[in-house]
């Protein structure tokens, strides 16, 4: 049985910082590509960084230089580094996999 289960959600303030993490199991961790995607109230879902099963890594525009995906294989787990957080990153964060799993979300705010 596949589970993603984030963690590092939470509350605060613009410009602060948090990192989100994913632990993975059921799958084989290391030949799949990770992701991370966001859905504010009101708003779709929108990819916010992938990283592929060898490092490669890609942003939304709106993220680019701010936050940085990366993965941890022999723990299984993928992480989002957000730096200089703003109100309009608040949202639910959600894990994906390559394959189409998907985790529960948690829940990011950045207000003062």
């Known amino acids: 049985q596949v589970q993603l289960v984030e963690s590092g959600g939470g509350l605060v303030q613009p410009g602060g910082s948090l990192r989100l993490s994913c632990a993975a199991s059921g799958i084989i961790f290391s030949i799949n590509a990770m992701g991370w995607y966001r859905q504010a109230p009101g708003k779709e879902r929108e990819l916010v960084a992938f990283?592929?099963?060898?490092?490669?890594?890609n942003y939304a525009d709106s993220v680019r230089g701010r936050f940085t995906i990366s993965r941890d294989t022999a723990k299984n787990t993928v992480y989002l580094q957000m730096n200089s957080l703003e109100p309009e990153d608040t949202a639910v964060y959600y894990c994906t996999t390559s394959n189409g799993y998907w985790g529960q979300g948690t829940q990011v705010t950045v207000s003062s």
């Open positions: 990283i592929t099963s060898v490092g490669s890594t």
